[in-house]
Nanobody
Framework: QVQLVESGGGLVQAGGSLRLSCAAS????????MGWYRQAPGKQRELVAT???????NYADSGKGRFTISRDNAKKTVYLQMNSLKPEDTAVYYC???????????????WGQGTQVTVSS
């Protein structure tokens, strides 16, 4: 079984910063693309940023210039540094990863449970 566990969420004032972490655990052969998604109340889940195993990154326009995604392959962890936070960034942030497991190295997609980020005015 593969588990993704997020941490680092919380309450922050507008203009502040927050760093989210997501650690993968289990019988893992390798981890491909990892990413962060968010879902605000009454809205669909949306992509925030993705990062490949070679650390190539992709950002949604909403976070460009403010958010930075990174990963530590040795720690099987992906991070999201969020600066200059705005109230519209308020959402549950979910970690996502493509993970190969088992003797056949079968790749599957996994989600974390999410961590709440609240940005106050």
């Amino acid at each position: 079984q593969v588990q993704l566990v997020e941490s680092g969420g919380g309450l922050v004032q507008a203009g502040g910063s927050l760093r989210l972490s997501c650690a993968a655990s289990g019988s893992i052969f390798s981890i491909g693309v990892m990413g962060w998604y968010r879902q605000a109340p009454g809205k669909q889940r949306e992509l925030v940023a993705t990062i490949t195993s070679a650390s190539n990154t992709n950002y949604a326009d909403s976070g460009k210039g403010r958010f930075t995604i990174s990963r530590d392959n040795a720690k099987k962890t992906v991070y999201l540094q969020m600066n200059s936070l705005k109230p519209e960034d308020t959402a549950v942030y979910y970690c996502n990863a493509d993970v190969s497991t088992g003797i056949l190295r079968r790749s599957s997609n996994y989600w974390g449970q999410g961590t709440q980020v609240t940005v106050s005015s």
